[in-house]
């Protein structure tokens, strides 16, 4: 494997590349949406990055003949090869290490973990040899290379399958921490984290992948793009903002939609990007609002949503009206017992709660201790 991969950089350079067009600025584009699964929208990312760009391949845990245990790499090993798309064996420490040298050598892999619980076999090599490569080479050795998967909580799968693993990965210098929601940003933070020269860490949601989201034409063209550390506000409001991520952010539009039945108008942001986090949007969004709840599925403690608090205490502390809100899963191992998981992870009903709590709209938790 090590070796075809060598060949492809040593032989007479690197392979050549097709330089993708720059969006035009007065480019036309169809107002009608069509509808696109999340799985359809990773799939036709790395499809369109592979065609422009010969130094992008696809490895991982059956990538290859059996198409991704979730097909998101469907029709990929016909297309381009069993030299770019590489079915590996179960061994997430070696396959991971092959992926970071080849991106040393100039190759921009794609590394596919069956589930980001798995990463944890291979948390060596995306920390210490490709999250602080840059720095320590002062500059000299880049590692463009993406790891993506499933993250978080599926169904009935356990403790050992459900971990979230955003705060881990946005807690490390040196790594890019993407998390998307809909198909449109699939897509597009998918094509970003592939073009960027630096090692980033791509969280999906398994639950997501058979949903389907209304696309633009847009959104569907080859040359469609999504910002690095920019979140995007998924529903104004004025009296409390909502932060999410990945699944979370439909809960919170959800949660969104009962709250103005009741006159709270709540404004939901899809934080996109874990690190780095856009923390210009959510403190203007609390000096709007005066009022913030942040949902996440991982657990509390050491959270994104704690880093979120902080950074509007340091920020914007004057123009909280409320006690700042977080809503996070159990801090236990996720149980096995389908009612039970359910208690375990947030609901849509407690993002309601918050919301009104924070709006003075209920009894506070203390009150009814």
């Not at 090599?125 to 978080?152: E, L």
């Amino acid at each position: 494997m090590w070796g075809v991969l060598r060949q492809k950089v040593c032989a007479g350079g690197l392979p050549g590349m097709y330089i993708r067009p720059a969006v035009a600025a007065f480019r036309n584009y169809s107002s009608s949406a069509k509808q696109m699964m999340v799985r359809e929208a990773l799939n036709s990312a790395l499809d369109e990055e592979m065609s422009a760009d010969h130094r992008v391949f696809l490895m991982g845990e059956e990538v290859g003949e059996y198409q991704g245990a979730y097909k998101i790499s469907k029709g990929l090993l016909e297309k381009y090869g069993p030299e770019r798309v590489l079915d590996t064996p179960i061994t997430e420490a070696g396959f991971t290490g092959i992926g970071v040298g080849a991106a040393y050598y100039g190759l921009r892999p794609v590394v596919e973990f069956m589930t980001f619980n798995f990463s944890m076999q291979a948390i060596d090599h995306i920390i210490n040899s490709a999250a602080k490569s840059n720095y320590m080479s002062a500059g000299q050795i880049s590692v463009p290379i993406v790891f993506r998967g499933p993250n978080g909580a599926a169904a009935g799968v356990g403790a050992q399958h459900s971990q979230c693993y955003a705060a881990w990965y946005g807690s490390c210098p040196g790594l890019k921490v993407l998390s998307p929601y809909s198909s449109e940003d699939a897509r597009g933070l998918l094509k970003a984290a592939i073009r960027d020269p630096d090692p980033v860490v791509f969280l999906e949601n398994e639950l997501l992948y058979g949903e389907s989201f209304p696309v633009s034409d847009e959104v569907l063209d080859s040359s469609f793009c999504l910002p690095i550390g920019k979140a995007k506000i998924e529903r104004e409001g004025k009296d409390v903002t909502i932060t999410a991520y990945s699944k979370m952010v439909g809960f919170a539009l959800k949660a969104a939609e009962m709250l103005s039945k009741e006159g709270i108008s709540a404004e939901v942001i899809n934080l996109r990007s874990i690190r780095p986090l856009d923390r210009s949007t959510i403190n203007a969004s609390v000096r709007k609002t005066n009022r913030l709840v942040t949902v996440e599925e991982g657990f509390p403690q050491h959270g994104v949503g704690a880093e979120i608090c902080t950074s509007v205490i340091e920020e914007s502390f004057g123009y909280l009206d409320a006690p700042v809100e977080r809503i996070a899963g159990a801090d236990v191992p996720m149980p096995y017992a389908a009612n039970l998981e359910r208690m375990a992870v947030p609901q849509v009903e407690d993002i309601v709660r918050a919301a009104k709590r924070a709006c003075y709209r209920s009894v506070p938790m203390a009150a009814t201790a």
